[in-house]
């Protein structure tokens, strides 16, 4: 019994991460889901087709670094995309483990705990979105920074950009913190992600400042909108569900307290690159949405970019909390202690808006399914060969399995192309993709001479009315 309780003790950060790649791949086996059904398709569509389209790899809004490691991993399908986002978040979550191990954080096992049941990122980990690699190489850079390989860690810093723009955010974090910490010598080594693939880049775009020239978010109209500025402050609860959102809050506050009091061997690093690099991210996602610039929506996801910094701090909470019951009560502290752990891991399964709804979330939505009837339609109505699909709607490719990116056989739906259809042609226009995203309403076709409308469909999801309609040119 004693090998056994050492085996475990010594091993528990792996058996933790080998529970939850079983239950990753339980999961990928037994839902469906896709994450969402725009950007995480997208994604899966650049990952996928770049080896038929090479110029896909140096497209700024699919990410270059993002679709050049995931792109193996694609070519198996969505499964593949799953799998491989499975594999990063196993990683990160021990890199943070690792991180609370280096910051001299007590209980840092439960880091790994607090991680694996964060309710949206689980939900997303299956997905082609791009968050949860933005997160390992976040959490990598500190964690080779906290070992003092401050060249290494630059290098990382400055690919971030090409996983996710925040990365830009990342940068002026590690260049102050290198400035603050008088470790100028490593500030260039910040630029040279941005020298790598813009070399790589010009031989696609014939231009060395691509990689500003074409950043896609360099838009400060307000194209989706705006919000209050605390929205990301609310929407955090739905990210990470109520009990990490209390202990993150408790860690917060940790913080000054263990600083005034001077009880605090809390390193530079922890309050540079964790604390202030949580606070810059929520606070320039809350300008952006605040203001509607660089084409925010407010997603509350963008906020899984920071998991490992959140889960750091509510490590530092959950301790702070534990902490402040009586030093003689070691049996008091250690329920507290279990019940707040049971808390974070029964949470995800409760009935709760911030919880996971396994029916829902990790299935295809109602617009996937719905799509999927469309496709069978198509299949099974041909028209004249050469004949293309013109939509907007992503997941249509996957239902229809057709090269995203051949544009003899599909083009985006827009209303340039309108004017140039061939006879045949068949346009699938939906109530939200080609309305916000191309701006082509229903009136607009009914309008274009020559447009035969075939068929509707539409079904309810969640009280809203989902819609496609085939129209095909005469």
Not at 8 to 26: D, Q, R, S, V
Request: proline share 5%; hydrophobic share 50%.
């Amino acid at each position: 019994m004693k090998n056994i309780y050492e085996y475990i003790k010594h091993n528990a950060p792996f058996i933790l991460l080998a529970a939850y790649a079983i239950a990753g791949i339980l999961t990928i086996i037994f839902f469906d889901g896709t994450g969402d059904d725009g950007d995480s398709i997208a994604h899966y569509f650049f990952a996928r087709y770049a080896p038929v389209h090479p110029q896909l790899y140096m497209n700024h809004w699919a990410k270059p670094l993002f679709v050049l490691i995931s792109s193996p991993f694609a070519q198996f399908g969505f499964v593949g995309m799953k799998i491989f986002n499975l594999c990063v978040s196993l990683l990160s979550f021990y890199l943070t483990f690792l991180t609370a191990e280096r910051l001299g954080i007590r209980n840092s096992l439960l880091v790994i705990v607090f991680l694996i049941f964060t309710p949206l990122y689980y939900v997303l980990t299956f997905s082609g979105l791009t968050e949860p690699l933005f997160a390992l190489f976040l959490i990598g850079a500190i964690f080779l920074t906290i070992r003092k390989a401050w060249i290494p860690a630059a290098l990382v810093v400055s690919l971030m950009p090409f996983v996710r723009s925040e990365g830009l955010i990342s940068i002026m974090v590690f260049g102050l913190y290198f400035i603050i910490t008088k470790k100028w010598k490593y500030l260039p080594w910040l630029l040279t992600g941005h020298l790598i693939f813009a070399l790589a880049g010009y031989f696609v775009y014939h231009d060395l400042l691509w990689v500003f020239n074409k950043i896609p978010y360099a838009s400060l109209t307000q194209k989706y909108g705006s919000g209050p500025f605390l929205h990301f402050i609310y929407q955090l609860n739905y990210v990470i569900g109520i009990p990490l959102y209390l202990m993150l809050v408790a860690g917060i506050i940790s913080y000054p307290w263990q600083y005034l009091k001077k009880k605090t061997d809390i390193i530079p690093e922890e309050y540079l690159l964790v604390v202030l690099g949580f606070f810059t991210f929520l606070f320039a996602h809350s300008v952006f949405w605040y203001f509607g610039i660089f084409n925010s929506m407010g997603l509350k996801r963008v906020l899984l970019g920071v998991l490992p910094l959140i889960g750091l701090m509510a490590l530092r909470g959950f301790n702070f909390l534990i902490e402040a019951l009586p030093a003689g009560q070691k049996y008091i502290r250690l329920v507290a202690g279990s019940l707040l752990v049971i808390f974070v891991v029964i949470f995800p399964f409760t009935h709760n808006p911030a919880a996971i709804d396994w029916s829902k979330d990790l299935t295809l939505t109602g617009e996937q399914k719905l799509a999927k009837g469309v496709a069978g339609y198509v299949r099974n109505n041909p028209v004249g060969r050469g004949a293309r699909l013109l939509y907007f709607y992503p997941y249509l490719s996957e239902a229809l399995q057709v090269d995203h990116f051949d544009s003899v056989k599909r083009l985006d739906l827009s209303l340039k192309d309108l004017s140039s259809l061939q006879r045949d042609d068949r346009i699938i226009w939906d109530n939200w993709f080609a309305v916000v995203e191309s701006h082509v309403t229903l009136e607009t076709l009914a309008q274009t001479p020559g447009l035969i409308r075939e068929i509707d469909f539409s079904a309810k999801n969640d009280g809203r009315e989902i819609r496609f309609v085939i129209f095909r040119k005469d």
